[in-house]
Nanobody, 123 residues
């Protein structure tokens, strides 16, 4: 299974970006999916996660109310809509899939990773 991520870019503070992640290759098991991010010099952290049935069940505290994660269960594509972006949201964003949203709380719990997509928010 490969995860194809897209949608990063450069945006001004207060702006909007939408990230997408779709599996390819072998069918994805009934896994939870989510987005991590990693800023320079920082650890990779979970931003949001959604169950395999499409219930968004986790958001990091600093993105609650600004980010929205959804999943199209027909094709297992997930979408992260990021509103009111802040410079501190600047990072490389990685999509991932794992056995459960609980397992995805830590990077070690991911079974599959997509390539990173860079998000830069200018002040």
């Amino acid at each position: 299974v490969q995860l194809q991520a897209s949608g990063g870019g450069l945006v001004q503070a207060g702006g909007f970006l939408r990230l997408s992640c779709a599996p390819s290759g072998r069918p994805l098991p009934s896994y939870a999916m989510g987005w991590f991010r990693q800023a320079p010099g920082k650890e990779r952290e979970l931003v949001a996660a959604v169950t395999w049935t499409g219930v968004a069940s986790y958001y990091a505290d600093d993105v609650k109310g600004r980010f929205s994660l959804s999943r199209d269960i027909r094709n297992n594509t997930i979408y992260l809509e990021m509103n009111s972006l802040k410079p501190e949201d600047t990072a490389v964003y990685f999509c991932a899939a794992g056995g459960s949203t609980l397992k995805l709380r830590r990077p070690e719990g991911a079974a599959y990773w997509g390539q990173g997509t860079k998000v830069t928010v200018s002040s």
